[in-house]
Nanobody
Framework: QVQLVENGGGLVQAGGSLRLSCAAS????????MGWFRQAPGKEREFVAA????????IYADSVKGRFTISRDSAKNTLYLQMNSLKPEDTALYYC??????????????????WGQGTQVTVSS
């Protein structure tokens, strides 16, 4: 069992930055592919970024490419999402998610087994 807890959300002006973190329980964090997803009010959940278990493969949604950076610190059992040049359309509840051990990065939410409770990001214009 893996438990995920996100932090770092908040209110920021357009053009600003935030760094989200996702603390994971369990000794096998370093073996899991991890991802970030988001859901805005009235919209479906959408993929943001993901990395495979080793960190050698990273993928981004086109809407955030060049602005967001996903990374992990296995020593701290923590996943990060650095978000720069934020736009009002980035406003959403952001979730981190974990796949099973030694898995690849995926854009599909159904591929992820464990989910956090989410952290709210609000970008004002």
């Amino acid at each position: 069992q893996v438990q995920l807890v996100e932090n770092g959300g908040g209110l920021v002006q357009a053009g600003g930055s935030l760094r989200l973190s996702c603390a994971a329980s369990g000794r096998t964090f370093s073996t899991y592919a991890m991802g970030w997803f988001r859901q805005a009010p009235g919209k479906e959940r959408e993929f943001v970024a993901a990395l495979n278990w080793s960190g050698s493969s990273i993928i981004y949604a086109d809407s955030v490419k060049g602005r967001f950076t996903i990374s992990r610190d296995s020593a701290k059992n923590t996943l990060y999402l650095q978000m720069n040049s934020l736009k009002p359309e980035d406003t959403a509840l952001y979730y981190c998610a974990a796949r099973t051990a030694y898995s690849s990065a995926s854009r599909q939410g159904v591929d992820y087994r464990y989910w956090g409770q989410g952290t709210q990001v609000t970008v004002s214009s």
